[in-house]
């Protein structure tokens, strides 16, 4: 077995598609953090005069000037409480703030892993791992050197399960270096910036970063058992392209019970995020506080998104293994 996964994993690494998957996956995530660093960078001195200047222009504009007046004169007209500093009220109201013009967001990990870079990283990689396991056996199959590989290791479960583990081992360890790279390149940029950290802030984004490793082996696993199973590389990525696209819809147009639950994308981001709310906006009667009722939320948590992906996993690849090692090979 041993043997076999050598002669394996130099296949995997001599393949061209597999070298360019590999490269995107790295030459992506590296624009991603300099455009989240840049976007996030500190207001610098002379940015900060340009701002100032701006406030004063904008400040000295006659309808400003003509608006401040108007508050003055009539401050209920602008909302300012009774006994509250007119002048320094309307002047913070009516007059441009330099916060105005300075919008730039600090970085903020947590931010960042929940609803920024983060899951978009995560998802990234998982469908490059995913082609990158179509791609692999799909080539076996379309130049017919499946059946030459069948000659000298004819036990097909040996042969089946030597693919697997080295995709899996494949999109393992491309998937887990990125993505402790990128966090651990944020974390860098964060303490020079000296921006606070808090308590358990870094290891959670370690641990989302574990989780979409797992992730993403498990698609580019996924990728490979259907390809076993299908024996072609574009009829599996057409199935995922349609299935992908209808099963939401259909779920969506049932709209039975707890359909949620079965959403792809909902459980996807119930296993990155450590579990996912969803509030029901449907129902008239959630409409008042559905944060507040049981009834009017679905959860679904990190374990449940989980088993929905495990369960996805068993049913390509459990048919993929028996048929293999039935089915005749060209």
């Avoid at 082996?217 to 992908?244: D, K």
């Avoid at 959630?286 to 049913?315: H, K, M, Q, W």
Wanted: aromatic content about 8%; hydrophobic content about 45%.
């Amino acid at each position: 077995m041993i043997r076999l996964l050598q002669v394996e994993l130099t296949r995997l690494r001599w393949r061209r598609a597999i070298l360019a998957l590999t490269a995107v996956a790295v030459l992506i995530p590296v624009v991603i953090f300099a455009a989240v660093s840049w976007n996030t960078r500190p207001v610098s001195e002379a940015e900060q005069q340009q701002i100032e200047q701006r406030v004063e222009d904008e400040s000295d504009q006659p309808y400003v000037q003509r608006d401040l007046a108007r508050c003055l004169r009539k401050p209920q007209e602008y909302g300012v409480p009774p006994g509250a500093d007119v002048e320094q009220t309307c002047t913070e109201q009516v007059l441009p703030q330099p916060e105005w013009f300075a919008s730039r967001p600090p970085l903020d990990l947590r931010e960042q892993s929940r609803e920024g870079s983060g899951v978009a990283l995560i998802v990234l990689l998982g469908c490059l791992m995913l082609v990158a396991g179509t791609t692999f056996v799909g080539h076996d199959w379309n130049s017919g050197s499946m059946s030459n590989q069948l000659l000298f290791e004819p036990r097909r479960a040996r042969v089946w399960w030597g693919k697997a583990l080295v995709v899996l081992a494949y999109g393992l360890v491309v998937s887990g270096l990125v993505l402790t790279a990128y966090w651990t390149g944020l974390y860098a940029v964060s303490s020079a910036r000296d921006l606070a950290i808090e308590p358990g802030e870094l290891s959670g984004v370690y641990a989302q970063a574990l989780r979409g490793t797992l992730l993403a082996g498990g698609a580019a696993v996924g990728g490979y058992a259907l390809t076993m199973l299908l024996r072609s590389t574009v009829a599996t990525l057409g199935i995922l392209f349609a299935v992908s696209i209808a099963a939401p819809l259909l779920l969506a147009l049932l709209a039975f019970p707890g359909n949620d639950r079965l959403m792809p994308h909902n459980n996807g981001i119930a296993l990155i995020n450590d579990g996912v709310r969803i509030s029901d906006y449907d129902d008239p009667a959630c409409l008042d506080g559905p944060t507040e009722r049981n009834e009017c939320v679905t959860v679904i948590t990190r374990r449940d998104g989980a088993a929905y992906f495990g369960s996805l996993l068993l049913v390509v690849g459990v048919p993929s293994l028996l048929l293999f090692r039935r089915r005749d090979v060209p």
